[in-house]
Protein backbone atom coordinates (compact mmCIF):
# COMPACT_ATOMS: atom_id res chain seq x y z
CA UNK A 1 0.00 0.00 0.00
CA UNK A 2 1.14 3.59 -0.87
CA UNK A 3 0.67 6.45 0.99
CA UNK A 4 -1.47 9.00 -1.21
CA UNK A 5 0.44 11.59 0.09
CA UNK A 6 4.25 10.80 1.13
CA UNK A 7 3.99 8.01 -1.80
CA UNK A 8 5.83 5.80 0.51
CA UNK A 9 5.19 2.33 0.69
CA UNK A 10 2.96 1.42 3.86
CA UNK A 11 1.69 -2.12 5.17
CA UNK A 12 -1.83 -2.19 6.65
CA UNK A 13 -1.02 -1.93 10.08
CA UNK A 14 0.51 1.46 9.78
CA UNK A 15 -2.09 2.68 8.15
CA UNK A 16 -4.90 1.10 10.99
CA UNK A 17 -2.04 2.79 13.53
CA UNK A 18 -2.32 6.25 11.50
CA UNK A 19 -5.76 6.50 11.48
CA UNK A 20 -6.36 5.64 15.10
CA UNK A 21 -3.62 8.23 15.86
CA UNK A 22 -5.87 10.90 13.69
CA UNK A 23 -9.05 9.95 15.43
CA UNK A 24 -7.79 9.83 18.75
CA UNK A 25 -5.95 13.62 18.07
CA UNK A 26 -9.51 14.64 16.70
CA UNK A 27 -11.49 13.45 19.63
CA UNK A 28 -8.68 16.02 21.72
CA UNK A 29 -9.34 18.64 19.97
CA UNK A 30 -13.24 18.46 19.66
CA UNK A 31 -14.99 21.27 21.76
CA UNK A 32 -18.81 20.82 21.82
CA UNK A 33 -21.01 24.19 20.87
CA UNK A 34 -22.85 25.32 23.62
CA UNK A 35 -26.72 25.08 22.68
CA UNK A 36 -28.56 27.99 24.57
CA UNK A 37 -31.70 26.89 26.16
CA UNK A 38 -33.91 28.90 23.58
CA UNK A 39 -32.33 27.86 20.44
CA UNK A 40 -32.40 23.78 21.84
CA UNK A 41 -35.97 24.40 22.87
CA UNK A 42 -36.64 25.86 19.36
CA UNK A 43 -35.00 22.54 17.60
CA UNK A 44 -36.86 20.42 19.82
CA UNK A 45 -40.16 21.86 18.95
CA UNK A 46 -39.11 21.97 15.04
CA UNK A 47 -37.83 18.35 15.04
CA UNK A 48 -41.72 17.28 16.87
CA UNK A 49 -43.44 19.30 13.90
CA UNK A 50 -41.88 17.38 11.32
CA UNK A 51 -41.39 13.99 12.87
CA UNK A 52 -43.51 11.26 11.03
CA UNK A 53 -45.81 9.56 13.16
CA UNK A 54 -45.69 5.75 12.95
CA UNK A 55 -42.94 5.88 10.46
CA UNK A 56 -40.87 2.56 10.56
CA UNK A 57 -36.69 3.22 11.28
CA UNK A 58 -34.72 3.57 8.65
CA UNK A 59 -35.11 4.84 4.77
CA UNK A 60 -35.35 8.54 6.14
CA UNK A 61 -39.25 7.26 7.43
CA UNK A 62 -38.03 9.13 11.09
CA UNK A 63 -38.71 12.60 10.17
CA UNK A 64 -40.55 14.79 7.69
CA UNK A 65 -41.84 12.35 4.56
CA UNK A 66 -39.31 9.96 3.81
CA UNK A 67 -39.58 6.39 2.22
CA UNK A 68 -41.08 3.19 3.79
CA UNK A 69 -37.85 0.80 4.49
CA UNK A 70 -39.95 -2.40 3.09
CA UNK A 71 -42.02 -1.14 -0.25
CA UNK A 72 -40.87 2.49 -0.59
CA UNK A 73 -44.23 4.33 -0.23
CA UNK A 74 -43.79 7.80 0.91
CA UNK A 75 -44.92 7.99 4.76
CA UNK A 76 -47.12 10.51 4.96
CA UNK A 77 -47.52 12.58 8.40
CA UNK A 78 -50.13 11.42 10.88
CA UNK A 79 -53.34 14.31 10.70
CA UNK A 80 -54.75 15.54 13.89
CA UNK A 81 -57.78 13.59 15.04
CA UNK A 82 -60.41 15.96 16.22
CA UNK A 83 -63.02 12.66 16.85
CA UNK A 84 -64.25 12.51 20.48
CA UNK A 85 -61.85 10.58 22.68
CA UNK A 86 -64.16 9.82 25.87
CA UNK A 87 -63.15 12.52 28.31
CA UNK A 88 -65.75 14.91 27.51
CA UNK A 89 -68.08 12.49 27.74
CA UNK A 90 -67.01 11.52 30.83
CA UNK A 91 -66.62 15.37 31.96
CA UNK A 92 -70.16 15.97 30.83
CA UNK A 93 -71.17 13.39 33.59
CA UNK A 94 -69.65 15.30 36.30
CA UNK A 95 -71.22 18.53 37.99
CA UNK A 96 -68.67 21.10 40.11
CA UNK A 97 -66.15 17.89 40.15
CA UNK A 98 -68.49 15.19 41.74
CA UNK A 99 -69.33 12.16 38.85
CA UNK A 100 -73.20 11.83 37.96
CA UNK A 101 -74.05 8.13 38.74
CA UNK A 102 -76.79 8.95 35.43
CA UNK A 103 -76.72 10.60 32.28
CA UNK A 104 -79.68 12.66 30.57
CA UNK A 105 -80.90 10.77 27.81
CA UNK A 106 -81.78 12.68 24.08
CA UNK A 107 -85.50 12.65 24.66
CA UNK A 108 -85.19 14.50 27.72
CA UNK A 109 -87.70 17.37 27.73
CA UNK A 110 -89.16 19.84 30.15
CA UNK A 111 -92.30 19.08 32.05
CA UNK A 112 -95.37 20.29 29.88
CA UNK A 113 -97.51 19.57 33.33
CA UNK A 114 -97.34 21.22 36.80
CA UNK A 115 -95.94 17.73 38.66
CA UNK A 116 -95.97 17.85 42.33
CA UNK A 117 -94.40 15.62 45.14
CA UNK A 118 -96.20 15.57 48.48
CA UNK A 119 -94.23 14.04 50.76
CA UNK A 120 -95.53 12.96 53.65
CA UNK A 121 -94.52 11.63 57.32
CA UNK A 122 -97.05 9.61 58.90
CA UNK A 123 -100.22 11.57 58.42
CA UNK A 124 -98.06 14.97 58.19
CA UNK A 125 -97.65 16.65 54.80
CA UNK A 126 -94.38 18.00 55.68
CA UNK A 127 -93.70 19.93 52.34
CA UNK A 128 -94.77 20.21 48.29
CA UNK A 129 -91.73 19.78 45.52
CA UNK A 130 -92.15 21.60 42.65
CA UNK A 131 -91.29 19.21 39.67
CA UNK A 132 -91.99 21.67 36.43
CA UNK A 133 -88.71 23.91 36.81
CA UNK A 134 -86.54 21.28 35.59
CA UNK A 135 -86.11 18.07 33.44
CA UNK A 136 -84.33 16.43 36.07
CA UNK A 137 -84.52 15.87 39.71
CA UNK A 138 -81.95 13.98 41.77
CA UNK A 139 -82.56 12.69 45.40
CA UNK A 140 -79.66 11.88 47.84
CA UNK A 141 -77.79 12.98 50.79
CA UNK A 142 -75.02 14.31 48.92
CA UNK A 143 -74.80 18.12 50.06
CA UNK A 144 -71.61 18.53 47.28
CA UNK A 145 -74.78 18.47 44.34
CA UNK A 146 -76.66 20.93 46.63
CA UNK A 147 -76.29 23.28 43.82
CA UNK A 148 -77.24 21.22 41.08
CA UNK A 149 -80.42 22.09 39.19
CA UNK A 150 -82.86 19.87 40.43
CA UNK A 151 -80.93 18.49 43.64
CA UNK A 152 -83.53 17.25 46.44
CA UNK A 153 -82.31 16.57 49.74
CA UNK A 154 -83.15 13.03 51.29
CA UNK A 155 -81.08 13.18 54.84
CA UNK A 156 -81.84 9.63 56.07
CA UNK A 157 -79.01 7.49 56.83
CA UNK A 158 -80.52 4.88 55.03
CA UNK A 159 -80.22 6.76 51.55
CA UNK A 160 -77.67 6.73 49.30
CA UNK A 161 -75.48 9.97 48.37
CA UNK A 162 -77.05 9.56 44.76
CA UNK A 163 -80.02 7.62 45.57
CA UNK A 164 -82.50 8.40 42.90
CA UNK A 165 -83.53 10.75 39.39
CA UNK A 166 -86.84 11.81 38.70
CA UNK A 167 -86.37 12.85 34.50
CA UNK A 168 -89.45 13.83 32.09
CA UNK A 169 -89.41 11.80 28.70
CA UNK A 170 -90.66 12.34 25.28
CA UNK A 171 -93.08 9.54 24.91
CA UNK A 172 -94.45 8.59 21.31
CA UNK A 173 -97.90 6.80 21.12
CA UNK A 174 -99.17 5.25 18.57
CA UNK A 175 -103.20 5.87 18.50
CA UNK A 176 -106.09 3.42 17.14
CA UNK A 177 -106.14 5.21 13.66
CA UNK A 178 -102.32 4.92 12.61
CA UNK A 179 -101.19 8.58 14.11
CA UNK A 180 -99.01 8.77 16.78
CA UNK A 181 -98.92 11.86 19.64
CA UNK A 182 -96.21 13.03 22.20
CA UNK A 183 -95.96 13.63 25.12
CA UNK A 184 -93.82 14.15 28.07
CA UNK A 185 -93.86 11.80 31.09
CA UNK A 186 -91.99 11.43 33.91
CA UNK A 187 -89.64 8.57 35.37
CA UNK A 188 -87.99 7.20 37.71
CA UNK A 189 -84.77 5.28 38.26
CA UNK A 190 -82.45 3.88 41.21
CA UNK A 191 -79.18 4.77 40.64
CA UNK A 192 -77.71 1.19 42.24
CA UNK A 193 -79.21 2.70 45.57
CA UNK A 194 -77.95 0.44 48.87
CA UNK A 195 -81.45 0.04 50.29
CA UNK A 196 -83.42 0.83 47.16
CA UNK A 197 -86.20 3.04 45.85
CA UNK A 198 -89.66 1.71 46.34
CA UNK A 199 -92.97 2.45 44.23
CA UNK A 200 -96.39 1.33 45.34
CA UNK A 201 -94.69 -0.73 47.81
CA UNK A 202 -92.49 -2.72 45.53
CA UNK A 203 -88.45 -2.03 44.94
CA UNK A 204 -87.76 -1.15 41.64
CA UNK A 205 -84.61 -2.46 39.48
CA UNK A 206 -81.67 0.13 39.75
CA UNK A 207 -80.90 1.76 36.87
CA UNK A 208 -83.97 0.87 35.28
CA UNK A 209 -86.72 3.54 33.68
CA UNK A 210 -89.88 3.45 35.22
CA UNK A 211 -92.73 5.62 34.71
CA UNK A 212 -94.56 7.41 36.94
CA UNK A 213 -98.44 8.35 37.05
CA UNK A 214 -100.87 10.17 39.07
CA UNK A 215 -100.67 8.45 42.61
CA UNK A 216 -97.83 6.97 42.37
CA UNK A 217 -96.36 6.55 45.89
CA UNK A 218 -92.62 6.41 46.32
CA UNK A 219 -90.22 5.94 49.07
CA UNK A 220 -86.26 6.13 49.18
CA UNK A 221 -84.36 3.78 51.17
CA UNK A 222 -85.50 2.87 54.29
CA UNK A 223 -86.93 6.44 55.54
CA UNK A 224 -90.84 6.72 56.81
CA UNK A 225 -90.85 9.62 54.67
CA UNK A 226 -93.55 9.14 51.74
CA UNK A 227 -93.98 10.72 48.29
CA UNK A 228 -97.46 10.65 46.35
CA UNK A 229 -97.13 11.76 42.30
CA UNK A 230 -100.23 14.46 41.61
CA UNK A 231 -100.44 17.88 39.11
CA UNK A 232 -102.30 20.69 39.11
CA UNK A 233 -104.95 18.99 37.44
CA UNK A 234 -104.82 16.12 39.85
CA UNK A 235 -108.65 15.54 41.86
CA UNK A 236 -108.41 14.90 45.61
Not at 127 to 150: N, Q, W
Request: proline fraction near 4%; charge should be negative; hydrophobic fraction near 25%.
Amino acid sequence: YADQESGKDMDPLQIQYQKEQQQEEARKNFKPQKEDPFTRAKREEEDYKNHSWGAKAGGGGGFGTGANADDGEPVQKEEKNFGLSGLLAKESKTFEGVELKFTEPPEIRMPTKKWRLYEFKGDEQTRVLHLHRCATYLFGRDRHLSKFPGFIATDHPSCSKQHAVIQFRLHEKENDDGSSSLSVKPYIMDLQATNGTHLNGDRIEDMRYYELKEKDLIKFGNSSREYVMLHEGSID
